[in-house]
């Protein structure tokens, strides 16, 4: 492990800042103008930029002066619920004539994607045009199907495409080649929101809603749905992805969210006055993402397109207690999988672990596997792929789903896309992002598979890539330690991936200490610092929480601790204090 400690590369100076600390920050983030933290609407990347827009808008013109019917197949995560709820309500919102309905896939039933069986499974609606949204860039076989049924097809997506694309009417997708849209890290819900802005303002050029005497839809409403799913889906937050966010944030503060995000923030406990990106990616989003785990994401679509406050908490109750169950079903299968490599004598210490773990096992759940690849990833600082059966109640499928998550160092879905060229056969499909991929292969294979993706890697690999590498903006001052900096920085920008919430490490004496649920430990510590004549200083005491550690591993009360940490807000009853939240022991 090793601590880095970020240098300033932006310019920005502390005036209309408010804070020299908020400036340093900032600094070390590259900003150099506080341009670069406006988050105007008006400063979003043009629609017009995207490669697709025009003929899927075209489409749809024509779909409004012909009343056809509209199919949304999304996907079975929250971006993809959020991506879907965002289609069907602007389409409300613009007035559509013809009918709209949504379909997810079952993740147990047909897998991901536009497949044949869900084109199929889709005719029960006669739908003239079916729209994906987050997904759908690797559906050839599904595009082909549609047509044979006379369906065309708009494909929504952001994930990285193969060598070939789908034969579909439109494919709208930044990561497309061909593609000068300026950011490549929109969600999927970004996607479909740029394509129904687009859709407005063609039919506002045509002179639609004067014509139909309806009043002038907008669609900035639907940006609570926008953040949720942006944040949710850990896509990088560059200045485009921040004003999305920010926006939906402000809308949530404001009280003006959608009755399903209102329920989910209430059945988390967390303040929606108050919102900010970390409620969405750790309250929010794990609550909606356990319907599509554990059962059927319709289920959190449906409460996000709930327009009644008493039934979007009823579906929000059943979506917590999914998630109770999901987390219930996660620390079983952790601890088997622990079992299992300390079977293999895995050795942090010595290096004696495999470039790549791979782990199968038939009885887990294939809805939790991509959690669980992330918390052995996390541990292990290793790219991780855990396997499930793909059809438990088929034992004649022989078939295994995998999901990966990789680090920072290794470009998983490029690693796929390098073991399927060298080794033609054994994935049967893939795809995913940098950082998280998904695939399927035959469990014969499964040995084939973890031999190819280790030499890969191992070819790829030097002496810094497994290197665990943690992040500070630096020693804080006594006089840092205060509220009114937590508070600041807190509400100053949507952190998130690719955009980091500040971090500081500083040196504490453990004043007290105390165990919670067996697994978090909560603190009162000291700070202190020498100055420049050597001088001992100790600063007053402040709270910190460490969470989901190993409790018998950390040093006793009295003892000195390095700690890397976060300056937050701790809200309890209505009041408000300091505390840290530490987030490694150095």
């Not at 995207?50 to 779909?63: C, Q, R, S, T």
């Not at 921040?242 to 967390?270: H, P, S």
């Not at 599509?292 to 929000?316: K, T, V, W, Y």
């Not at 079977?343 to 669980?372: A, M, R």
């Amino acid at each position: 492990m090793k601590l880095v400690q970020r240098e300033s590369s932006g310019k920005i100076s502390g005036e209309g800042l408010g804070s020299d600390l908020l400036t340093r920050v900032l600094s070390k983030r590259g900003i150099d103008s506080e341009s670069e933290l406006s988050i105007e609407l008006k400063q979003l990347h043009p629609i017009s930029s995207l490669l697709g827009i025009d003929p899927a808008v075209k489409i749809l013109v024509d779909a409004f002066e012909q009343k056809q019917n509209i199919l949304i197949v999304g996907d079975f995560d929250a971006d993809g619920a959020t991506a879907t709820a965002v289609a069907v309500k602007a389409f409300k919102i613009l007035g559509y004539p013809g009918q709209v309905d949504y379909l997810v896939p079952n993740r147990f039933e047909y897998g991901y994607g536009l497949t044949p069986e869900i084109v199929k499974d889709a005719q029960r609606f006669s739908p003239d045009i079916i729209i994906t949204v987050d997904n759908g860039i690797s559906s050839i076989e599904g595009v082909a199907e549609a047509k044979k049924y006379g369906n065309k097809v708009i494909i929504t997506d952001h994930h990285l495409p193969g060598k070939k694309t789908p034969d579909a009417e439109a494919i709208i997708n930044p990561n497309q080649k061909g593609d000068d849209f300026p950011s490549k890290n929109l969600a999927g819900v970004g996607v479909i929101f740029y394509m129904m802005l687009a859709l407005k303002k063609a039919l506002t050029e045509q002179g639609y809603f004067i014509k139909n005497d309806h009043l002038k839809p907008d669609l900035i409403n639907l940006l609570d749905l926008v953040a949720l799913g942006t944040v949710a889906d850990v896509v990088p937050l560059d200045q485009n992805n921040r004003i999305l966010v920010e926006q939906g944030l402000r809308r949530m503060r404001g009280g003006v969210a959608c009755e399903g995000i209102q329920a989910l923030f209430r059945i988390a406990k967390r303040n929606i006055r108050s919102a900010v990106s970390s409620d969405l990616g750790f309250a929010c989003g794990p609550r909606l993402n356990a319907a599509g785990r554990l059962d059927d994401m319709s289920l959190g679509i449906e409460c996000l397109l709930s327009e009644d406050a008493n039934h979007a908490m009823e579906i929000a109750e059943v979506l917590d207690d999914l998630n109770v169950e999901r987390r219930a079903i996660e620390d079983g299968m952790k601890a088997e999988a622990l079992a299992a490599l300390e079977e293999l004598d895995l050795d942090e210490l010595t290096g004696n672990i495999p470039p790549v773990i791979c782990l199968y096992n038939p009885s887990w759940h294939q809805g939790v596997i991509g959690i669980l690849a992330a918390r052995i990833r996390e541990k292990y600082h290793r790219p991780t792929v855990i396997f499930a059966p793909a059809d438990e109640h088929d034992p004649d499928n022989s078939d295994i789903k995998g999901s990966a998550r990789s680090i920072p160092t290794i470009h998983i879905r490029d690693t796929f896309d390098e073991v399927a060229s060298g080794n033609p056969g054994l994935l049967d499909k893939f795809g995913g992002h940098a950082m998280a991929a998904g695939l399927t292969l035959d469990e014969s294979k499964l040995e084939g598979f973890k031999k190819a993706i280790c030499d890969v890697v191992a070819r790829q690999a030097d002496d810094e890539t497994f290197e665990e590498i943690h992040y500070s903006d630096g020693e804080l001052e006594a006089d840092d330690f205060q509220l009114k900096h937590a508070d600041q920085l807190r509400f100053a920008v949507p952190w998130g991936q690719h955009f980091p919430a500040p971090a500081f490490d500083n040196k504490f004496i453990i004043v007290n200490k105390r165990i919670l649920k067996e697994k978090h430990l909560k603190m009162v510590l000291k700070p202190i610092s020498f100055d420049s004549d050597g001088v001992f200083n100790q600063g007053r005491t402040v709270d910190a929480i460490a969470f989901n550690i190993d409790v018998n591993s950390w040093p006793t009360e009295g003892d000195e601790v390095h700690l890397l940490y976060r300056l937050e807000v701790n809200e309890f009853r209505e009041t408000c204090s300091l505390q840290l939240m530490v987030e490694k022991l150095l």
